[in-house]
């Protein structure tokens, strides 16, 4: 076992991390909810718009089940600020204002959604890591579930990129 630092008795444990990070992923979604909505309505082509309002729509069912997993742990569920999807997300609404009217919108609106599906799909996977550690195996039924939509959102995302939205961009000379 490797040597650790002398601990205190008062030390927070795996169990407060755990819900730290579930008040974490919490408060994320959220933001991802009022985000996806503004790149839907920012999108130049239909079919990002398509995917920025399906995205929304599993986000919604997203919330319901962390709704759930904070009822079952039989805490209030409630947000921590996260910051760093406060700085994707950030990232994102300057895209919509800079390249808005340019072919290069929706090849940005897409990397940056999956810049916030690859934060996503890291913060579920250690919460599952977590949740086993700790014994909470109808927690993890319902984050693995999360966590399989966001890696079928991200192939989703990469195929837009693949089959369209990056060729449109590259069509346009540089500025």
Known sequence: MAATKKTTANAKGLEDLFLDGLKDIYYAEKKILKALLKMAKGA??????????????????????????FDILGVPARGKTCPAIDGILEEGSEILEEYKGSPSLDAG??????AVEHYEIA???????????????????????????EK?????????????VNDRAAEQKAA
């Open 44 to 69: 130049d082509q239909e079919e990002v718009t398509a995917a920025f309002e399906k995205h929304r729509a599993e986000t919604e069912g997203q919330v319901e089940r962390l709704d759930e997993i």
């Open 109 to 114: 609106l897409v990397g940056a959604a999956q």
């Open 152 to 164: 079928a959102t991200d192939v989703a995302l990469t195929g837009l990129g693949e089959t369209g």
């Open 123 to 149: 913060r579920y996977g250690t919460l599952i890591a977590w949740a086993t550690l700790l014994g909470k195996t109808d927690i993890v039924d319902l984050l693995n579930a999360t966590l399989e939509e």
